[in-house]
């Protein structure tokens, strides 16, 4: 999304130097290296040279002034993950109820993952944000949300499988379709993007899985916890670092972890089944990553 000039133009095609540089001053007659324009070359110019400067200065104007256009346009969006987050976590805890410690443990937690998505929108050189980084920040608030929920839950406030639960965690899970879409749609995607819908979808599921552990069983805290497994496993193990491959059979199994959970957190279905979808989805969820060890390490030992 950048524009830089070329340090160098020669504007005639015979220049001796090299042509016109942009650090140089200009100095007629000081010969090769430092600049082209000599009186005959002025004479045959004639405004193409202060032309082609206005030119590249306007350019960079434009630049600069897109860049700033894109930064605000980040900041807000920053501050509205942040500031929405905020205000789902207070209606929240003043519908549902709870001791004051327990309100404001809620609405704490839930603003830990919509502030780390929207400090990572921010850190971008230049800061920026797309129409899918909205879905995703959306996505992000929604997540925190779940948290605040779960930390009810946890305090006796609300049973581990609630409607809140799931009505939060439904639309959340949807919207994981959409901001892909929107990002191939608007020739948008980019790897900054990719990474915070990826870390988005991460910790959605850990979330999702903690107030299973009491009502399913311990398992399912496995499906919240593989990926980060896997990270915590590739600080040992170089070979796991190494970039990835596009595989649908992953992208298909990442899938059912959510439909899985989000169905298990709602209160009408029998806990046998959930318990019974968990472990489908954990063992499918072993095997892709398992596939995934295996073919890291081979190309790595096969590269060595």
Known sequence: MRAHRPESTCLTGDCPGGGVTDHAPI????GPGRSCWQPQADERLGILAPAAKESGQEEETVTRTGNTVATSRALMDAAATV???????LLL?????????????GVVVGLVVPTVAAISILRRTPPA?????????FRGVLTGACATVVVLSLADVLPPRSWPLFALALPALLLDAVDGWLARRSNN??????????????????????PLVWSVGPWALGIGAMRYLFVAASWLRPALRQKLAFSQFRRVVAGIQGVVLVSAVMPVMPVSAAAVATWAALLLLGVSFGKDVVTLERARSEGS
């Open 27 to 30: 100095v007629p007659g000081t």
């Open 83 to 89: 500031l929405g987050s905020v205000i789902s976590g």
């Open 93 to 105: 805890v003043l519908l549902l109820g709870g001791g004051w410690p327990v309100q404001g443990a």
């Open 129 to 137: 944000s797309t129409g899918a980084d909205r879905v995703t920040l």
């Open 189 to 210: 995607a980019s790897p900054s993007g990719g990474r915070l819908d990826m870390e988005t979808d991460a910790v959605f599921l850990m979330i999702l899985s903690i």
